[in-house]
């Protein structure tokens, strides 16, 4: 997923991972669920305001904390991260159709092989549809990645997709209710995977299911040269 077990930037190949890392690690997957959790609070009443929150816990995650993507160096000149202001036009409450069976065993080095499967599609009107994808792994989870027109343009996304939810790490905008109710797809709240900032992080990329033909101007843009490492 976004976040490999083992934070690889931060040792040398070959060496296993060290207390430290393992629990960083936690502690990131930990403090981004109590991000997401006050953010479907406050969104019932003001999703802007929600974005907000969203935008400032994450920036405070890139600049402190030690399982940020962001190599030292890159977190001097950190400032905080593009995001387009909100814009409610790309809010959606949608219900997960049924499509095709799908399964993709996607190779992310530090995890293994990860098992994805697709439980549906949600359409986004005006945009397009979208699949949605379930892990088959241990804690199982909701997997929706995005890539749009403006991927891999300059000051556009982030060329290799973008990630709307990813719920074993916490990333959820909920839904209205437990019975298979509208899923929340915002994509104010989309954003750049951690492969974006080193390429040495693992990510599961958007596939052919989860393109957009149309431009998705809103979410995380794509990073800022000096915040990228160079391999």
Known sequence: MSLPAIPTPRRPAGLPPSASDVLATTDWRRRTAELYAEVRTVSLEDPAAAHAVWVAGRNQLFADHPASPLLPAARGAFRGLTVAPYDPAYRFEVRVRSASTQRLEVSTGTDGIVPFERIGRVELVG?????????????????????????????????????????????????????????????????????????????????????????????????EPHLVVDR
């Open 127 to 223: 945009l397009g549809q979208l699949s949605v994808w379930a892990l088959r792994g241990y804690a199982g989870g909701v997997f929706l990645p995005v890539k749009d027109a403006l991927a891999g343009m300059p000051d556009g996304t982030y060329g290799g997709g973008r990630y709307l939810l990813d719920t074993i790490k916490g990333a959820d905008l909920g839904t209205r209710d437990t019975t298979g109710g509208p899923l929340v797809i915002d994509l104010n709240f989309a954003y750049n995977p951690s492969c974006a900032y080193d390429p040495a992080w693992a990510c599961p990329l958007a596939t052919r299911g989860n393109v957009l033909v149309t431009e998705v101007p809103v979410g995380e843009r794509v990073p």
